[in-house]
Nanobody, 127 residues
């Protein structure tokens, strides 16, 4: 059973930055990602990373968010820059055993392929 624990959320003004962290109890996955869900909206994928470190991003965050991993610490990161009010959401770390390799990017639009979710961390961006 993989356990994912997010941290690093908070409140920031538009244009600011935050870095989210996700500590994983183990690192046996094919693909991991960051999803977000705003009130009244569906959960959407923001960024995914393959086991070789390759990343893919949703168009809404491309160029502003950067996902990375520290294998020695079993930790994922999401560096979020140039934050906008529309980035306000609960952010979730996710791990999938269903997809991997070059198919990992498909996880961005297939949240049902996620096997494990973290509890979420709130990000609030004010204008």
């Amino acid at each position: 059973q993989v356990q994912l624990v997010e941290s690093g959320g908070g409140s920031v003004q538009a244009g600011g930055s935050l870095r989210l962290s996700c500590a994983a109890s183990e690192y046996t996955y094919n693909c991991m990602g960051w999803f977000r869900q705003a009130p009244g909206k569906e959960r959407e994928g923001g960024a995914v990373i393959e086991s070789d470190g390759s990343t893919s991003y949703a168009d809404s965050v491309k160029g502003r968010f950067t996902m990375s991993q520290d294998n020695a610490k079993n930790t994922l990161y999401l560096q979020m820059n140039s934050l906008k009010p529309e980035d306000t959401a609960m952010y979730y770390c996710a791990a999938s055993l269903a997809v991997g390799g070059r198919w990992c990017r498909l996880l961005l639009t297939h949240a049902t392929w996620v096997n494990y979710w973290g509890q979420g961390t709130q990000v609030t961006v004010s204008s």
